[in-house]
């Protein structure tokens, strides 16, 4: 089981910095490769940029919570719950086709996977 794991491509896992406007004030944000192409897979589902979806989640978060503890970990959690919710649907067969019907909107809070 590991010998998949640890063959995974090192520059998924490799972490790169991105800077954010959030309200107009510059953040810097560090993830993993693979976690930035997710969240941007999640953006193109939404019909927003990157930047845009990241702002809405911080948004959302603290709306919700009243904070904004470890955002990096709360986005790659996110990006977890994305993926296995998409798995579950395609096991479960309701996976939307592309061309057919449009993918359902993320949300962020308060759903359960």
Same mark, same amino acid.
């Given at each position: 089981m590991c010998e998949y794991f640890v063959k995974a491509d090192p520059i998924q896992y490799e972490q790169r910095s991105r800077t954010i406007r959030i309200h107009g004030v510059l953040t810097s944000i560090r993830l993993e490769n693979m976690v930035w192409d997710t969240l941007a897979e999640m953006a193109e589902a939404e019909g927003c940029t990157t930047n845009h979806l990241i702002v809405? &989640? @911080?948004?959302?978060?603290?709306? @919700?919570?009243?904070?904004?503890?470890? #955002?990096? %970990? #709360? /986005?790659? $959690? !996110?990006?977890?719950? &994305? /993926?296995?919710?998409? /798995? !579950?649907?395609?096991?479960?067969? %309701?996976?939307?086709?592309?061309?057919?019907?449009?993918?359902?909107?993320? $949300?962020? /809070?308060?759903?359960? %996977?």
């Open positions: 809405q &989640f @911080h948004d959302e978060i603290l709306a @919700h919570r009243g904070e904004v503890p470890n #955002f990096a %970990s #709360f /986005l790659r $959690v !996110t990006c977890m719950r &994305f /993926l296995r919710r998409k /798995l !579950t649907e395609a096991e479960r067969g %309701s996976a939307p086709k592309e061309d057919v019907a449009p993918r359902p909107r993320i $949300v962020a /809070l308060g759903a359960r %996977s």
